[in-house]
C-alpha cells in the first residue's frame, strides 16, 4: 500500500496512472470494514470472470469498459457505478484505456 491519503480534497482519477499493456493498482485504504482500490487498465486488458465474498461497487472514472455481473455485461463509462453483490461472478474489460474505484465492504 502506498501513503494513506491525507484529509483534503484528492483528485480520483489521480490516485493512480495508466501504464502500457498494464493493469494498475493502489490500494488506498484497508481495514477490517474494507478496502478502496484504484485503478488503471490499459485498453484491451481485463480480470477474468471470479467471485469476491464481499459486496463490492465499482465507480467508473475515467475512459469505458465492459463489466460482467452474473453473465450480464453492462457497457459503462467515467461517472457510473456498478454494484458487484457477494458470491456473484463478475469480470472487467478495458473497452479503452479506463479507471475504476473499488469499493469492497466486508461483513460483520
Known amino acids: ?9 484528492v483528485s480520483l482519477a489521480e ?4 501504464e502500457a499493456g498494464s493493469i494498475v493498482s493502489n490500494t488506498i485504504h484497508k481495514d477490517a470494514a ?16 471470479h ?5 463490492a461497487f465499482i465507480q467508473v472514472l ?3 469498459a465492459e463489466i460482467t455481473v452474473g453473465g450480464t455485461k453492462h457497457a459503462v463509462e ?3 457505478i456498478v454494484r458487484l453483490p ?4 463478475h469480470a472487467v474489460r478495458a473497452a479503452e ?12
Not at 51 to 55: G, I, Q, R, V, Y
Not at 98 to 108: C, H, P, Y
Request: hydrophobic share 45%; proline share 7%.
Open 51 to 55: 467471485t469476491a465474498p464481499f459486496e
Open 78 to 80: 467515467a461517472g457510473q
Open 15 to 18: 490516485l493512480v496512472r495508466y
Open 1 to 9: 500500500m502506498k501513503k494513506p491519503l491525507q484529509a483534503g480534497p
Open 86 to 89: 457477494a458470491n456473484v461472478p
Open 62 to 64: 475515467d475512459g469505458a
Open 34 to 49: 474494507g478496502t478502496i482500490t484504484a485503478f488503471a487498465f490499459d485498453a484491451g486488458e481485463e480480470l477474468s470472470e
Open 97 to 108: 484505456r479506463f479507471k475504476m474505484l473499488l469499493t469492497m465492504l466486508r461483513a460483520q
